[in-house]
């Protein structure tokens, strides 16, 4: 277990500490590794830099997905599970490990690891601003020198056996996800689950952006896109509005009929928002266009302005009724009891019953 051995692979160097357990795992694209580990200069005093456990948490990766210590995850795929090695790497495949660690610490702080970045690249922002903020990788920063890493594999896990986040999806597997979040979103809505249904809708909205944002605008792959987003943003402003999340419905809804303005049941959810937040001229203008877009719904239309009107009646009177009580706050006992008021008018005394 003390033997020194090369891995396949220029500027590392391997020392097995404790063996783990089982064969090599496999590791296809996306399989979830976490890990413990301590970052050591390679020094007399073999310097710890970092310490993961100190941190409280292990520190995770996906395989494939370009992260910025690539060596790592040569170094984490040589390993079994329970397994704890020592690795020796050149400076070749640490000059990076300055940014990464920064933003380690900074998400064990609880805090976000681009917080103040420009848009560059992470080497752009540290030559921007001349420091990490930690003292010692600044050092490294400087000085790019070879680096020990101590590692335990604690999980090999697949990547179907986790939720997986969107960034980590190929193209063709969010489009396959899609439907079935709108068919997730559907069976909860039956089962009157409006917030969890209104998270899967969003949910495949936000997959298909991501995916629409890679093709050009205009080109009919976009456009296929766009119309495929727009039910689900239906759904999941119909969700909005069965939880009376009115203000969320409008800005929805005004984002997706400023690209898609012969939406008709946009305009109607829209409508109904605004007749739900007193907003009496925006909601009749919704309504109206419903009617102008789709003359078969024009019955419903009259429907939904008449009981427009009521509602607007109803509030009216409500808010005179308010600031009369309000500003005469006798007139409340006066509901309860007959009441007399004295009042003189031209030097007479006039006895007014009030019901």
């Known amino acids: 277990m003390e033997e020194t051995y090369l891995l396949d692979y220029p500027g590392v160097r391997k ?9 090599l795992p496999h ?49 984490l795929t040589s390993m079994r599970v329970g397994e704890v090695a020592e690795f020796w790497c050149d400076a070749i495949h640490t000059g990076l490990y300055p940014i990464v660690s920064k933003g380690m610490r900074l998400i064990a702080q609880g805090k976000d690891p681009l917080e103040g970045q420009r848009h560059m690249c992470g080497m752009g922002n540290l030559f921007h601003y001349h420091s990490t903020g930690f003292p010692e990788l600044d050092e490294l920063m400087r000085t790019p020198q070879p680096l020990i890493f101590i590692m335990e594999l604690l999980q090999v896990r697949d990547p179907m056996s986790y939720h997986r986040e969107s960034w980590m999806m190929e193209k063709d597997e969010k489009l396959q996800t899609v439907p079935v979040l709108h068919m997730q979103g559907n069976a909860l809505v039956k089962q009157k689950q409006y917030r969890e249904a209104a998270s899967k809708y969003k949910e495949a909205v936000l997959l298909l952006k ?23 943003e239906l759904n999941y402003c119909q969700c909005m509005l069965e939880l009376e999340e009115y203000y969320e419905v409008i800005d929805h809804m005004d984002e997706l009929l400023e690209k898609h303005k012969d939406c008709v049941k946009g305009y109607y959810k829209r409508a109904k928002a605004h007749a739900a937040v007193w907003n009496e001229k925006e909601a009749r203008r919704d309504f109206n266009m419903v009617a102008q877009l789709d003359i078969t719904l024009a019955k419903l239309v009259c429907r939904e302005l008449k009981a427009l009107s009521e509602h607007m009646k109803e ?41």
């Open 15 to 23: 020392k097995i500490l404790a063996g783990g357990s089982g064969p």
């Open 27 to 75: 590791f296809p694209t996306g399989t979830k590794l976490v890990f413990h580990f301590q970052t050591l200069l390679d020094n007399f005093e073999r310097t710890v830099i970092d310490d993961s456990r100190l941190a409280g948490r292990p520190a995770e990766i996906f395989v494939g997905k370009m992260f910025k210590m690539e060596v790592w995850e040569t170094l």
């Open 210 to 232: 991501t995916v629409q944002s890679r093709e050009m605008p205009g080109d009919i792959d976009y456009i296929n896109l766009g119309r495929m987003i727009v039910p689900l």
């Open 315 to 355: 509030k009216y009177w409500e808010e005179k009724e308010q600031y009369w009580n309000n500003t005469h706050p006798w007139t409340s006992q006066s509901k309860m009891n007959s009441l007399f008021s004295f009042c003189l008018c031209y030097d007479e005394l006039l006895i007014v019953r009030v019901i």
